[in-house]
Every structure is written in C-alpha cells, then in structure tokens.
C-alpha cells in the first residue's frame, strides 16, 4: 500500500553514514545529525529534525530531501519509498511524530573500498581518496569536480548501539565502500551470531563483487534468517573495468558465479544485480541485462542523477541517435528474455527517448576535466575506449 507523500523509512529504518544519521541512503537533507559521545542514536531518532519530517510525511507531504524519489515516481518507476512501504502491511498504525526506536538498520561503517567507480568520489572510497589527494596536489587543481573525502572515522558508536539492541533488530543493511572489506561489519555479524539474534534478522550486502568472504558464509551468514546479496555490476568485460575501476571482469565473473553456488546450498539466499545506468554505460547496458537472463539473476536497475553533486555523467548528454541506440539494444534483450527478472528499471530506458540533449558548456568542461584526470593512471585512455563521445572533448 501507498500514501502519497508518506515514507516509512523515518518511522523504523535508521541510515548511518560515518556518524552520521540520514533519512536514507537517497535523501538530501541539510541538517547534520551527528553521534557522538554524548549524542546516541536515541537522542537523534526523535529529536526536531525527524519529528518535523514525520510531520510532513503524515501530512502527505514528501519532503525536499527526498528528490531522489519524486524523480523516480516521474519516470514511471517505483521509487525506493514506495518499494519500502509496500514491505509494511501496517502502515497506517505509523501515524504520530514520536517512533519508538528503529528496527532496521542501514548502516555503512566504513568508506574503506578497493575500486574507483567513475561515479564515486572520495567521500564513499577511500581508494578514490588516496588518488584524488593526490592529483590535486600534483597538478594544482584543488577546484577539481571529484571531492577527496577522507577516511570515515571510528564507528564504534554504531558497533555499541548494534550490540546492545541486537534482540530488536528486524533488518541490517551493510555497504560502504566495500562492505567485505570492512572489519567492523564482520564484528558485528559475528556478535549477532554469538547471541542468536541472528536468526531474526534479513541481512542485506551491496557489495562490488570483487571479494568473497567463504567463511563469512559457510560459518557466519548461514546463520541469519535470510541473507541478500545486491551485486554493483554496471557492465560486462572492458565496460566493467573501465567504470568500476581496477576491478577484473574475469573476477567478477567468477565470484557471481560462486555465489550462485553456495545459494544452491543455501536457500535463504538470494543474489541480484544492481546496476546503474550513466553515459559511460548506457550503449554498453543491454549486455548487463543479458547476462542476468542467462545467469537467472534478478535485476534492478537505477540511473546516476549526479557524480560528485554534478550531471558530467548524464544520459543526457548523449546524442538523441546514441540514446536512442542504447534504448533499442536495452528493449531488444528484453524481448529476446521475457521472463527476466526486471523487477526496476524499464522507466528509466523508456525515460531515455523523452531526454534532451544537454550542451551545458559547465557540465561538458566538467567532464572534459574528470576525464583528464582517469588517463593521468589508466592503460586505456577515455577517448580509445569512448570514440563514440569525442563530441564532448
């Protein structure tokens, strides 16, 4: 069930990004509410801030922050709000300012991650932030577009509050950075095994696929009571390297097809794609959709508002041929596989027909410098790999 303006993220569901408590992991809110030592997740959960966005939301107002979605429901596509309140079979028992504490936990511990996806910034990759840090001092440009970011501090106060309400949680969601990486996520899967919470809880990983954990599987996740696996797979072979740089396609391949392994064994498990749709992939796009037909994997698909809070990675500053092109190699697999399972994402290669070219000289000049900076350390240089958008250097 729907409510127009309403989200019941607020409600139950608390999202943790380096200390910090947002509405969710799409949300653009101004205020900071921030842990500390004196401040916990129950001093943030009902203070000015949520009170005055449930009231909003009660009101079938859908707040400024939640941008993200009101773009999503435009295209025609079912926004991460109303994918949220059709899990809830109560949502109208969710009807007063003051909520008791959240059950579901959205928590990214760490920015630790291993690849630099041309849609990250330093903020969410610490390996982008070792680079970046980097090129700005080396070349003097400390107004260049990819934020640094910085290594997120100690966590310890997400760890604690886990700990000691572990018995209440319905639902953890872990990314990061690169979730498999970080020992903080392992620390508390493990707490919640040793005291059995484990078997109340769905535990979800977005995760870039490059890693696998075996033990954290065959000793650990078994033990939960349902386990999802959103693998970040933006394209096939040389797309893939090149976008979710250094990864090896060859390893990722690999490693999905490991996973698809240990669910045959492991049925509580489940494995989906989660690609994101931009203009370095949208032409390359049908082949990711492909290969969910093939491999019998789920897929949802979003599209890349912004890189670094700005639009040098639109679809819309494709050409009306190249985007048509890449909606016709998009709708031709999906009528080659009709029974894939696309349960997101159709509005989006609808959406893409409607779009207009963008000749925003800013946006371009964004790019043409973004651009600059992936050949200063890449093997393949942009223009050999994209000879299709010379247009834009």
């Known amino acids: 069930m729907d409510k127009k303006g309403f989200c019941i993220l607020p409600f139950t569901t608390v999202y943790i990004e380096n200390n910090q408590i947002k509405l969710c992991c799409e949300s653009e809110e101004d205020t900071q509410n921030l842990l500390s030592a004196d401040v916990s997740i129950s001093d943030i959960w009902n203070n000015d801030f949520f009170h005055n966005i449930r009231e909003q939301m009660l009101g079938g107002e859908l707040p400024q922050a939640c941008r993200i979605c009101k773009l999503n429901e435009l295209a025609d596509e079912e926004s991460k709000r109303q994918w949220e309140n059709a899990k809830v079979i109560d949502i109208e028992n969710y009807n007063t300012v003051q909520a008791p504490l959240p059950i579901n936990f959205d928590v990214r511990p760490s920015n630790k991650c291993n690849l630099e996806c041309v849609m990250c910034d330093g903020v969410v990759s610490t390996a982008i932030h070792k680079r970046v840090t980097k090129y700005k001092y080396d070349t003097w440009d400390f107004d260049f577009v990819i934020s640094e970011g910085k290594p997120w501090e100690d966590n310890r106060f997400i760890i604690d509050h886990v700990k000691q309400n572990g018995d ?14 970080v020992q ?92 994101v749709i931009h203009l370095l992939n949208a032409l390359d796009m049908h082949r990711v959709i492909e290969y969910a037909a093939v491999n019998n994997l789920n897929i949802a698909l979003s599209p890349v508002y912004q890189a670094s809070n700005e639009l040098y990675l639109s679809t819309e500053l494709l050409t009306d041929e190249l985007r048509k092109q890449a909606h016709d190699k998009m709708m031709s697999v999906l009528e080659q596989y009709p029974n894939v399972s696309f349960n ?3 509005g989006f290669i609808t959406n893409l027909l409607e779009q207009e070219q963008m000749t925003d000289e800013k946006v371009i000049g964004q790019l043409q410098s973004v651009t600059k900076y992936w050949d200063s350390h890449r093997d393949v240089k942009f223009a050999d790999r994209y000879p299709y958008l010379e247009y834009l250097l």
Not at 204 to 222: A, D, M, P, Q
Request: with cysteine.
């Open 168 to 181: 209440k949680i319905h639902e953890m969601k872990f990314c990061g950075g690169e979730p498999f990486l």
């Open 184 to 275: 903080e996520v392992l620390e508390m899967i493990e707490h919640l095994v040793d005291t059995g919470d484990s078997k109340n809880i769905d535990l979800t990983f977005i995760t870039n696929g490059t890693v696998v954990r075996s033990k954290w599987f065959s000793e650990k996740l078994v033990k939960f009571k349902s386990v999802k696996l959103n693998i970040s797979m933006d394209g096939v072979e040389e797309t893939a390297e090149y976008v979710r740089y250094p990864s090896k396609w060859s390893v990722v391949d690999r490693n999905i097809k490991l996973f698809k392994d240990i669910q045959k064994d492991n049925p509580h498990i489940n494995i989906s794609l989660a690609p």
């Open 344 to 346: 997101l994402g159709k």
